[in-house]
């Protein structure tokens, strides 16, 4: 049955992990269970146009040019982890005047006419629809990693001018949010990458299969000591987790303008800037009005480095 509403929310964590030999059976299948619910939910909404919020683990966006928002009029994924890899089913035409619609809201944001997006934007469209490109969507890239960022109330200003935009379609739209929660994977920052990697995460250079092959095995690696016990990495905050998606869940989302770029990163490591797309997937669909979550998963799941959340939400 089709809900009538005109905007739903689907927000989830993702993991390369996911696609790699490491976590147990009984994990996959407590979160695979999960995706079969958000799988009914958005079944049951039947969206006609898909809006991802997501973040990029220097694949598509380096320090070269890092913008803080940017629009992809056309995109394509590069196939990292197992995902899709190949043109995404981009309305162009939308794409850029949702672009424009943001920039007239006040929000600044970037376009690209050949955004290349990994499996943060993928992979959800993957567990939500089977393949990548059943849907049109229009991928937002959300910097949660190139320092510095932004203040979280922009985000959440970036959502609600989606929303704002969207509202003038007469389309079912679904928001996706990807990425999050507390998590502090073995991920290059500009302070710390040894020179190949250097040139990697600044001018782009593409990795080798070799490299690719190795970076992989380093992810499984790093996953198997932190399940373990036997890692350095920063531990996982399920109390921090499940503050944040009390807020998310309430719709109280000005509470997070409170919450500064070293607090994250202190409650929830140095990835846990991933929230930022749920913030603005969030604000999007509270832009429509009062909501109520449905879906209401999360798993502190070691074995993927990750706090593990999935949320679907739809207007009151």
Not at 195 to 211: D, F, K, S, W, Y
Not at 295 to 304: I, N, S, T, V
Request: charged share 20%; glycine share 8%; aromatic share 8%.
């Amino acid at each position: 049955m089709i809900v009538k509403v005109p905007l739903a929310l689907c927000c989830m964590s993702h993991s390369p992990l996911l696609n790699l030999p490491g976590p147990s059976r009984d994990l996959l299948d407590d979160i695979e269970g999960a995706f079969g619910r958000a799988r009914e939910f958005v079944e049951g909404y039947d969206p006609e146009l898909v809006v991802t919020f997501s973040p990029d683990h220097y694949n598509g966006f380096f320090y070269r040019a890092m913008p803080p928002f940017c629009i992809g009029m056309r995109a394509n994924g590069v196939g990292d982890y197992g995902t899709h890899a190949g043109p995404l089913s981009v309305p162009e035409d939308l794409a850029a005047d949702c672009a424009k619609a943001i920039l007239a809201a006040g929000v600044d944001i970037a376009v690209s006419a050949s955004m290349d997006v990994d499996h943060g934007t993928v992979q959800p469209l993957e567990k939500l629809f089977g393949d990548a490109t059943a849907r049109p969507v229009i991928p937002i890239f959300v910097n949660a990693i190139g320092v510095p960022l932004g203040p979280l109330h922009r985000c959440r200003a970036l959502g609600t001018a989606v929303g704002a935009y969207l509202a003038t379609l007469d389309k079912r739209v679904l928001v996706v949010g990807s990425g999050g929660l507390s998590h502090s994977p073995p991920v290059p920052t500009l302070a710390t990458a040894p020179p190949a990697v250097l040139e990697r995460i600044v001018h782009g250079r593409p990795m080798t299969p070799e490299q690719r092959q190795a970076r992989q095995e380093a992810v499984i690696e790093a996953a198997r000591n932190f399940a373990g016990g036997a890692s350095d990495l920063q531990p996982l905050n399920p109390a921090w987790d499940h503050r944040f998606l009390e807020i998310v869940d309430d719709g109280k989302l000005a509470d997070l303008d409170q919450w500064s770029n070293s607090f994250v990163v202190y409650e929830g490591g140095t990835s846990a800037h991933e929230i930022r797309t749920w913030v603005a997937a969030f604000a999007a669909l509270a832009s429509a009005g009062p909501y109520r979550t449905e879906l209401r998963y999360y798993k502190p799941a070691a074995e993927l480095i990750a706090g593990f959340a999935i949320r679907t939400a739809v207007p009151r």
